[in-house]
């Protein structure tokens, strides 16, 4: 068993979203994987106020209870998956919103992006994280899984993935994996 942690984090908080089944496909395959001991943070859980935070992130002062709850899950994590729909082109506020709270607990992480939609399958929101993410020192790898028309996948409940995501998804594993034990001496060090 590995000791490398995964965080996957499912971005959308809306009622009726898709983003849980896409992640619960995602996490068996981590699993699966076993590269990894997989851990989960679904935002619509994490219930995150509008950054209420009076002092700046990188100060690690933080006040409030829900902002320590979600400092320690991010600061436990080597990688990150963030599974990510496209609201209007874009992040959506949610998830935009959890990256802002914290600073030093993203630092020196290995991080891909299993995105989501339609047509555009999300990589316009994949594409505007990496400019957070720069800002952040999360190292976000060029693996990714796009999942386009993704209603159109789901039946009895479950995502049914096909080949193509598989394959990806084994491919940001790998990746992940990688890049996260290179980063480690990184992480240690802060």
Not at 3 to 31: C, H, I, M, Q, Y
Not at 100 to 110: G, S
Request: charge should be negative; glycine fraction near 6%; aromatic fraction near 8%.
């Amino acid at each position: 068993m590995s000791e490398l942690n995964l965080l996957v984090v499912v971005g959308s908080t809306r009622p009726g979203r898709v983003g849980p089944k896409v992640a619960d496909w995602f996490v068996d395959a981590a699993k699966a994987h076993g590269g990894f001991q997989v851990s989960v943070a679904d935002l619509a859980d994490e219930n995150l106020p509008l950054l209420d935070e009076p002092h700046h992130p990188r100060l690690r002062n933080y006040q409030y209870d829900h902002t320590k709850r979600w400092s320690e899950k991010v600061a436990a994590a080597d990688a990150i998956v963030f599974v990510i729909p496209e609201y209007n082109y874009g992040l959506g506020a949610a998830f935009k919103n959890a990256l802002d709270y914290l600073h030093a607990e993203w630092n020196y992480k290995a991080a891909s992006v299993v995105s989501y939609g339609g047509v555009s399958a999300g990589t316009r929101s994949a594409l505007q994280l990496q400019s957070s993410a720069y800002a952040l020192k999360l190292f976000m790898i060029p693996e990714s899984v796009n999942i386009p028309f993704v209603h159109s996948l789901v039946q009895e409940g479950e995502l049914r993935p096909t080949e193509i995501m598989t394959t990806a998804a084994t491919a940001v594993l790998n990746e992940l994996a990688k890049v996260s034990t290179a980063l480690k001496p990184l992480r240690d060090a802060k």
